[in-house]
């Protein structure tokens, strides 16, 4: 049996995934734009092997869609293109997918992998026009749509203080609003988010920790009954604080002057 394709000059099947699979990442993915035809081809043989997490972020020309994927474990990089994402913003990433969103005024949310190109766009949400009153994340790659779920999540002041979070699983066309009391008192600015065994995190910069539960039927919202870090007293909380899931614990990483 042949590959059949404008590209394949007839290659036998066996043959052209035999040479595709001897690539090296980035050829790998140079090769995925050939045609429709290599593309499922080298996705089939394309050996990620990440045992550590890699780097992706623009270089100073990414208003032309230019970035590099870095690998730290074994000091690779690779400059690769990509038109669609010009001057857009990344909110998080998860087994090798990124979820983008579009600069205001259009705002629009989609999940990309840069590895296979692939897109998923996300039904229209209102964001507010300040990136840092939002937080998105997701819980698992959209291939598997038993377990993906996309969280945004709004800090708001209206006549008290409110908490929304909107969800969203494949297959749904409208996003689910939740609205719940903050709990706490005055303004407090909600830093970054994460998810981890299926609840969905997020800190303060005052130090305090609140946790979504979004199991269907459930759908709760509360702050952890911990005490604040009174190292973040220290802390300029002018710059970002970021945390991390790791083994099922959530670590908070943050720097200071």
């Not at 909600?190 to 459930?218: A, E, I, K, Q």
């Not at 945390?243 to 720097?255: A, K, L, Q, R």
Request: one cysteine or more.
């Amino acid at each position: 049996m042949c590959i059949t394709g404008m590209w394949n000059m007839n290659i036998p099947s066996d043959l052209l995934l035999d040479i595709l699979s001897r690539l090296s990442l980035k050829a790998n993915i140079q090769a995925s734009a050939v045609c429709k035809t290599w593309c499922g081809a080298v996705v089939s043989v394309r050996k990620l092997q990440l045992p550590h997490p890699w780097v992706f972020y623009p270089l100073r020309a990414a208003e032309e869609g230019n970035y590099l994927l870095f690998d730290p474990s074994r000091s690779q990089t690779y400059k690769l293109n990509f038109p669609e994402l010009k001057n857009y913003g990344f909110s998080y990433s998860r087994d090798g997918w990124l979820l983008v969103v579009t600069k205001a005024p259009s705002r629009l949310i989609f999940l990309f992998n840069p590895f296979t190109r692939d897109h998923i766009y996300l039904p229209k949400l209102l964001l507010p026009t300040t990136a840092g009153d939002c937080c998105l994340a997701f819980l698992a790659a959209p291939t598997s749509s038993a377990n993906c779920l996309v969280i945004s999540f709004n800090y708001t002041i209206s006549p008290s203080d409110i908490i929304v979070i909107d969800t969203w699983r494949p297959g749904e066309t409208v996003w689910t609003t939740h609205r719940f009391n903050s709990q706490l008192p005055g303004r407090r600015a909600w830093n970054n988010c994460d998810f981890s065994n299926g609840m969905f995190y997020c800190f303060s910069t005052c130090g305090y920790l609140g946790v979504f539960d979004p199991s269907p039927n459930r759908e709760t919202w509360k702050i952890l009954p911990v005490k604040p870090c009174l190292a973040f007293r220290q802390v300029d909380l002018t710059r970002r604080m970021m945390i991390t899931e790791h083994e099922g614990d959530i670590f908070v990483v943050c720097n200071s002057c």
